[in-house]
């Protein structure tokens, strides 16, 4: 079999002038060499070496290289006969050296190797022999020694302008070779914080953020911050020690919004299946979709549009559908209002409506924009009628009051056992309180005739009777 030390052969490697293929024969070749061996040892280190990184015993980090030193244990090796390489990977060559044995120490049963004080930024190979059966196996145990450093610096493309997202490059970037000598990059435990714009109960506000970061080399902020700031790293990968650093101003060109739609207010016995007067906006439309029918359903409804918008957003859009349009998210051919608010406005017709809001920096070289969506329906009209209530004062059923979706105009009479009349109203959110004049009206049976029209035409012509049942006082 080769030795590990044939790959310092010049020759081999000016073989091939080109640096990927050169890259991929040495990978190859070097992954045949050890193909025969097999894998077996478990790594470990002492304690008090300052370790604080070991990835599935690939690479192991320390912190304190004076302290370093690395152990390889296997239950039924026999470590008597052990061989140490250190390997590294230059561009065009490996360069292999034998470990010399006063940097090696045995364990008296003889299952344990330690390789005291191994370097940064190199690989070691230990080949041993196991015994089994009175047949001999090869094995090995490849790791790499890679030494700590603090970041020392976050940088971006500061000419760029930033919409979406924002990368940050921060180095060094720590990093391990492979036994074949692939690279990897060694993920350190940080969080970064910065501040944003964020939805509030009294609208948009300026807050901090902290996110984990899982990335190795570039922390990917997504979406932007929508204030100018500064970002903190804060790196916990050594346990006992918490290092911080901050970047320069971030200057952000990203807007948003955070809409919300108010309507009028909800009355008792309105017959609405939605309950909420006012409906935030969503991120994406099928949320919009999903969320629908938490909004109020009876129309006419008057609504005020406020966009709560970042202080950047100079241009505003409000894209509204209505119909199949709405359920397939079609704003092609909305209609588009472009207030920055909008008060008052009105919606009749039965089905679904969605909005869609966009907000935009519109600058001379650049255009950042952010979507909102709601959605909501107006119900077919409908008309139910009490037959009876009760002015007691107790807060219960106390007003003769008709339950309604979706009617445009109303009229309702209400007569005495004699014809006369008692009561008229145009306003069907108010309702009789059972006064005659200034007087309470006595109990019994009362006739109202009532006419309306709902928003989707339905003509509608109701004659009856109700029991006013309050009791004389």
């Known amino acids: 079999m080769a030795n590990v030390s044939n790959f310092k052969n010049e020759t081999f490697v000016e073989f091939f002038r080109d640096f990927r293929m050169k890259r991929k024969i040495l990978s190859l070749f070097f992954l045949l060499l050890f193909s025969f061996e097999m894998y077996g040892a478990t790594f470990s280190v002492p304690e008090e070496s300052g370790i604080v990184y070991n990835s599935k015993g690939e690479c192991i980090l320390f912190f304190d290289m004076d302290k370093a030193s690395v152990s390889i244990f296997d239950e039924i090796a026999d470590f008597s006969n052990v061989e140490c390489y250190r390997i590294l990977f230059g561009e065009t060559k490996i360069d292999t050296f034998v470990i010399e044995n006063d940097y090696i120490s045995i364990s008296a049963d003889k299952q344990t190797v330690t390789l005291k004080s191994p370097l940064a930024n190199s690989g070691y190979l230990f080949k041993y022999k196991v015994y089994s059966d009175g047949d001999s196996l090869e094995k090995k145990a490849f790791t790499w020694i890679t030494k700590f450093e603090p970041i020392n610096s976050l940088t971006w493309n500061k000419d760029s302008i930033y919409c979406e997202k924002l990368e940050i490059d921060f180095s060094p970037a720590l ?160 209609f588009v209002l472009f207030e920055k608010d909008i008060n008052s406005y009105e919606v009749s017709d039965p089905g679904l409506y969605c909005f869609e809001l966009t907000v935009s920096n519109i600058s001379n070289d650049s255009i950042c924009e ?104």
Not at 180 to 207: C, H, Q, V, W
Not at 425 to 451: A, E, L, M, P, Q
């Open 175 to 334: 990093t391990y070779k492979t036994e074949f000598g692939a690279t990897k990059k060694i993920i350190r435990d940080m969080t970064i914080s910065y501040n944003t714009l964020t939805d509030g109960e009294n609208g948009p506000s300026e807050n901090s953020t902290q996110e984990q970061i899982e990335e190795s080399n570039t922390i990917t902020i997504s979406p932007v911050p929508y204030v100018n700031t500064i970002f903190e790293l804060s790196d916990f990968t050594i346990e006992s020690q918490k290092y911080q650093i901050k970047s320069d101003s971030f200057i952000t060109h990203a807007v948003v919004a955070f809409p919300t739609m108010t309507t009028t207010a909800k009355f008792l016995h309105e017959g609405d299946e939605g309950i909420d007067s006012t409906l935030k906006f969503s991120t994406s439309f099928d949320e919009a979709i999903a969320s629908s029918g938490n909004f109020r359903s009876s129309g006419p409804l008057l609504l005020n549009l406020i966009s709560n918008s970042s202080d950047l957003a100079n241009h505003f859009e409000w894209a509204v559908t209505h119909g199949i349009s709405a359920e397939q998210g079609d704003f092609s051919n909305a």
């Open 370 to 473: 952010n979507k909102s969506y709601a959605c909501f329906s107006i119900a077919e009209s409908q008309l139910n009628i009490p037959n009876a209530f009760s002015p007691n004062g107790d807060g219960k059923n106390d007003e003769f009051r008709v339950a309604y979706r979706s009617i445009a105009t109303f009229s309702c009479h209400i007569y005495d056992q004699w014809g006369r009349k008692v009561y008229e109203s145009t306003d069907i959110s108010k309702g009789w309180d059972g006064y005659v004049g200034n007087r309470i009206g006595d109990i019994g049976t009362y006739f109202y005739y009532i006419k309306a029209v709902g928003t989707d035409g339905v003509e509608y012509k109701k004659k009856g009777s109700v029991n006013l049942i309050r009791t004389k006082d």
